[in-house]
């Protein structure tokens, strides 16, 4: 068996009274370097966030990370861990895969009911590795959303805006 290295991802954005929260699957390059959630330049999360919820897009990092815990808005990825060269999700190796302790994270974060994938893997790797571990008690409601990775430049940025808004709006509070 090869030992392939494992990229490392960041602990969550979340105060308690969270109600809603924002999964990606893992950081990409550009967003491990700068130790920064959605870092890389053309990717369109935080100026769909910075849309939807009336703030400067060039607010500093921990500024907008501020925002949206203000706004009952948590965020984090659905793996803590996994080997992926590169940035793309497609080239997350499977057998590799460690998710995040979602069980203590809700039981932490009790007024979270709903969750938005930042895309497909995402939403995949949680269906698959997550909710198995959480049973059918977990009453959640699951949504996916088309991702903001410059990878996923196909969708208009409008369309993509909208989507999000619509979810967005799902938090409670």
């Given at each position: 068996m090869?030992?392939?290295?494992?990229?490392?991802?960041?602990?969550p954005?979340?105060?308690r009274d969270a109600s809603l929260l924002i999964l990606g699957s893992m950081p990409g390059q550009a967003s491990l370097q700068a130790q920064a959630y959605y870092a890389h330049p053309r990717n369109t999360?935080?100026?769909i966030l910075s849309d939807v919820l009336d703030f400067p897009v060039d607010l500093a990092y921990v500024k907008r990370l501020e925002i949206l815990q203000a706004n009952g808005?948590?965020?984090?990825?659905?793996?803590?861990?996994?080997?992926?060269?590169?940035?793309?999700?497609?080239?997350?190796?499977?057998?590799?895969?460690?998710?995040?302790?979602?069980?203590?994270?809700?039981?932490?974060?009790?007024h979270i009911d709903c969750i938005?994938?930042?895309g497909a893997k995402a939403e995949s790797s949680w269906r698959k590795r997550v909710q198995p571990l959480l049973g059918s008690t977990q009453a959640l409601?699951?949504?996916?959303?088309?991702?903001?990775?410059?990878?996923?430049?196909?969708?208009?940025?409008e369309?993509?805006?909208?989507?999000?808004?619509?979810a967005l709006a799902q938090r409670s509070g």
């Open positions: 090869v030992n392939h290295p494992q990229v490392q991802g960041f602990p954005v979340a105060r999360f935080w100026r808005i948590a965020l984090w990825d659905v793996l803590a861990s996994c080997h992926r060269p590169g940035s793309l999700d497609a080239d997350i190796d499977d057998a590799t895969l460690v998710v995040n302790d979602f069980v203590d994270f809700l039981q932490q974060h009790p938005c994938f930042n409601k699951l949504l996916r959303l088309p991702s903001t990775s410059p990878a996923h430049a196909g969708m208009p940025y369309t993509k805006r909208a989507l999000w808004a619509d």
